[in-house]
């Protein structure tokens, strides 16, 4: 395994290396990749604890502030959209910028913005807090987005054989950070007021900032030919698009809605609530490692993985309410127990889509360096986000119009369809592949005959 200073970019994922490259992987880590994932650690658990602690007790707070559950959505969707924008800028000057500086600054802007957001509670209701809300979470959207886009680039450098299996393990630190956001936020918030979990969490994050300047890496690269339009008009890298957007946008769905339908049906404190997401966040955590391992170790289960971990979402979301067609009393155990269910189909569906479009990119002629990850990293980051906004935004609204069990059920059908479409664009492919195999075969043996034919006179 080369080290991860090494000029050379990262070959395809998922088996393209050398034989036995991901078992060299897991028995010997250099010092440099030992600090590359602790620094991606940090920010994947402290980003997410952030990003996640609103869910159990900000819209109840933005409604006593004035602010309707469509603007709340909105809130919590305008956070998706400049990641978005934030997402294509970021993975298209990563090289320019630097990755190490787009991480650490990105990292301090997330913190310090996480303890601005504690001090909203002083703000006058009305007009005046919902825009500094939407100034806030805009600015933080920013900044996690140039840190996870670095932090994407940069493990692809250093684990270029192994990238699903370490995307996979560090999702459990996303699962931690979804985990323990939730709850410990309902628990400060619950013993000591709003403005606590904001200070306490953004805190944290802030004293990761020089222990990741310490130890993080420095990686340089030449500026790449190639652009996010090339990389999207792929047919193979549009269809994952849409899956990934599909996955974002299930998640973001329930930030606005889940802590209110919870509230509302079975009359839980607001500490309580942040438990009912456990299941949710810890069954991400656990399976994302173990999917990402199964898919480097049998690339071509990837596909089958991707378009089962879609299906099981929709029928997830079904239940979620559970759907009144479906005629299933909602129960507390139920809906946990779906939560759990989602966060392992969410991890089966989610994980392979990273390797898969960076392996597209490569077959289809672009760099393996530094660069081509970067646009990958954007990319993915980008899809997420448009999700990510769709998600809170029309959950919100349709939340206030036709309920949590019937608007749960629409979700899941934007899962089923990326589903559907991402299992018949693999049964086409399979079926193009075969046929064109056969012709080549068919041409060696004309070919062959041909030799013989000209021997024999």
């Known amino acids: 395994m080369d080290s991860p200073g090494d000029s050379e970019g990262p070959r395809p994922p998922g088996g393209d290396g050398p034989p036995g490259g991901a078992m060299e992987t897991s028995r010997r880590l250099s010092r440099e990749q030992i600090f590359v994932l602790i620094s991606a650690a940090s920010i994947n658990l402290g980003s997410m604890m952030c990003y996640s602690i609103l869910g159990p007790f900000f819209p109840k707070e933005a409604e006593k502030k004035g602010a309707s559950n469509t603007v709340i959505g909105m809130i919590f969707g305008c956070y998706a959209l400049f990641d978005f924008l934030a997402s294509l800028v970021f993975g298209k000057y990563l090289v320019q910028i630097g990755a190490k500086f787009m991480f650490v600054a990105g990292m301090f802007v997330?913190?310090?913005?996480?303890?601005?957001?504690?001090?909203?509670?002083?703000?006058?209701?009305?007009?005046?807090?919902?825009?500094?809300?939407?100034?806030?979470?805009?600015?933080?959207?920013?900044?996690?987005?140039?840190?996870?886009?670095a932090s994407s680039s940069i493990l692809a450098k250093a684990f270029p054989n192994n990238v699903a299996t370490v995307l996979g393990s560090l999702e459990t630190f996303s699962g931690l950070g979804l985990v323990l956001g939730p709850p410990l936020?309902?628990?400060?918030?619950?013993?000591?007021?709003?403005?606590?979990?904001?200070?306490?969490?953004?805190?944290?994050?802030?004293l990761m900032v020089p222990l990741n300047m310490y130890i993080l890496p420095n990686y340089e690269s030449d500026k790449g030919k190639h652009s996010f339009w090339k990389l999207i008009t792929l047919p193979k890298v549009a269809f994952l698009s849409f899956v990934i957007t599909s996955f974002s946008s299930c998640f973001g769905f329930l930030e606005p809605t889940l802590s209110l339908f919870v509230l509302e049906k079975f009359n839980l404190p607001a500490g309580y609530v942040g438990l009912v997401f456990l299941g949710l966040a810890l069954s991400y955590a656990i399976s994302s490692p173990l999917v990402g391992l199964l898919s480097d170790k049998m690339p071509h289960l990837r596909k089958w993985l991707l378009v089962f971990g879609n299906l099981t979402l929709a029928g997830c979301y079904m239940l979620l309410g559970p759907a009144p067609f479906l005629h299933i009393k909602s129960q507390l155990w139920l809906l946990v127990l779906i939560l759990v269910i989602n966060g392992i189909s969410a991890g089966t569906g989610l994980i392979p889509t990273f390797p898969e479009i960076l392996s597209c990119a490569h077959e289809n002629g672009f760099e393996e360096g530094l660069s081509t990850l970067g646009l990958v990293s954007g990319l993915f980051g980008a899809m997420w986000s448009v999700g990510a906004f769709v998600g809170p935004t029309l959950g919100g609204f349709l939340y206030e119009k036709i309920g949590f069990e019937?608007?749960?059920?629409?979700?899941?059908?934007?899962?089923?369809?990326?589903?559907?479409?991402?299992?018949?664009?693999?049964?086409?492919?399979?079926?193009?592949?075969?046929?064109?195999s056969e012709l080549q075969n068919i041409l060696g043996t004309e070919e062959e005959r041909t030799a013989l034919l000209s021997d024999e006179r």
């Open 110 to 149: 997330s913190g310090a913005v996480t303890v601005l957001f504690g001090l909203l509670d002083q703000v006058p209701e009305g007009a005046v807090f919902i825009a500094l809300c939407f100034l806030l979470r805009i600015t933080d959207a920013i900044s996690f987005e140039a840190a996870i886009t």
């Open 185 to 206: 936020g309902g628990f400060l918030y619950q013993s000591f007021g709003y403005e606590v979990p904001f200070i306490f969490l953004g805190c944290i994050v802030l």
């Open 406 to 436: 019937w608007a749960a059920a629409l979700q899941g059908l934007w899962a089923l369809t990326s589903g559907l479409v991402m299992g018949l664009f693999y049964l086409l492919e399979h079926s193009r592949r075969r046929r064109r």
